[in-house]
């Protein structure tokens, strides 16, 4: 698990926050309150009145235009919580302001933009960490050390899923979300997972049974996905748009030596046991699940700012779990497997 390093001496990373939505309030929250090495300097939202909400209660300044935050000299570090089809623009504007760059997942929602942002900011020479807090979990984190140090053999058989808590709106679900949005996640804890292996090709299968009303306007609530890897693994990665009992997200690693799980959505280690049985809470959110993973991203974020590193996850990691979720898409359309495309050096 990566460990905030930064010296206590150093001054924190002065940082504005861009998309003051559901995980920007969570974020800047974070970063306001729980980040040693981050100070909130400015929180930018083009819907009127928002960034001043959040901003207000932080301490921070509120703009509605992030082209401010850009220009503004006492920001060096921009943390992009905007909605996802914003983010290689804003990528691309951050790093080329010098700023370096923290950017919620998916970095980009195709992979000429995922180049254009990666391009920006190596040209540009700043850091570019992207959101996948899912490392940042002491279980996930565990579980890779695990593998790292070859405590399950070699890697043969994975699995990573997903079950969001609920579907809200259906209606506002954008095309392929599931893959670009969700599965991403797995997507890069599978290749994480499976150290130095790359994915060759994908099987993706996709269904509404959650709201099948919204399925003829596009709308996909269920996927099954069979990854093969480089080194002869085979990995599913699984998600729903709707669990009864709450956020669950899980990773499992099959070896020649062994197998390592991750992951099991409750809220604490209690059990409580009465005439009804066992009962375990569970977390009923990402920002209750990932409270420890999202504080560590952004610390982590911090401490390769200061100390001059390279960000634990990059926008070349961002790169190749898009790659997976395109294939996907393809895979759904054509019905048959599909190569992965791999991503330039
Ligand atoms: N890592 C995770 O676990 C995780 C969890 C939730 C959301 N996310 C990602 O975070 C992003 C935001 O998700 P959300 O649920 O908070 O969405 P949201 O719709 O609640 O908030 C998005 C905000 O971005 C603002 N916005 C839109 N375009 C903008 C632009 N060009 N510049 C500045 N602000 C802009 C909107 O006004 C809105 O306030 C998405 O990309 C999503 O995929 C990641």
Same mark, same amino acid.
């Given at each position: ?105 998916? =970095?980009? =929602? ?47 058989? =994975? ?99 062994? =197998? ?86």
């Amino acid at each position: 698990m990566p460990v905030p390093t930064s010296p206590a001496e150093a001054a924190p990373v002065r940082v504005g926050l861009i998309g003051a939505g559901r995980i920007g309030v969570s974020h800047a929250t974070l970063l306001a309150r729980r980040v040693a090495g981050a100070r909130l300097v400015a929180v930018a939202d083009p819907r009127p009145g928002v960034a001043a909400d959040v901003a207000e209660s932080l301490g921070a300044r509120a703009e509605e235009d992030p082209a401010a935050i850009f220009a503004a000299d006492d920001v060096e570090a921009v943390v992009i919580t905007a909605s996802s089809t914003a983010h290689a623009e804003l990528v691309v504007a951050a790093a080329r302001a010098g700023k370096a760059v923290f950017c919620e997942k998916p =970095m980009a =929602m195709s992979a000429e933009d995922a180049a254009r942002a990666v391009a920006a900011a190596d040209e540009a020479g700043v850091s570019l960490q992207v959101g996948f807090n899912r490392r940042f979990d002491p279980g996930f984190a565990a579980a890779h050390d695990a593998i790292e140090a070859g405590r399950i053999g070699s890697v043969q058989l =994975m699995r990573s899923l997903t079950r969001d808590p609920g579907l809200a709106n259906p209606a506002g679900v954008p095309p392929w979300t599931i893959f670009t949005q969700t599965l991403i996640h797995d997507f890069d804890a599978l290749l994480w997972l499976n150290p130095g292996a790359n994915a060759v090709s994908v099987h993706a299968t996709a269904d509404a049974l959650v709201a099948p009303e919204f399925k003829d306007a596009g709308l996909l609530d269920t996927a099954v996905v069979v990854i093969r890897f480089d080194n002869g693994a085979i990995a599913t990665a699984e998600a729903s748009f709707s669990a009864a009992y709450g956020y669950d997200v899980r990773g499992e690693v099959f070896g020649s030596g062994g =197998m390592v799980t991750a992951g099991d959505g409750s809220t604490s280690t209690r059990h409580l046991l009465t005439a009804d049985g066992d009962t375990v809470e569970t977390s009923r959110s990402d920002t209750d699940l990932f409270a420890v993973a999202y504080t560590g991203e952004l610390a982590a974020f911090c401490d390769a700012v200061r100390g001059g590193t390279e960000p634990v996850v990059t926008g070349r990691d961002a790169q190749r779990a898009l790659a997976i979720a395109l294939a996907c898409i393809e895979s759904v359309e054509t019905g048959g497997t599909v190569d992965v495309k791999p991503v330039g050096a």
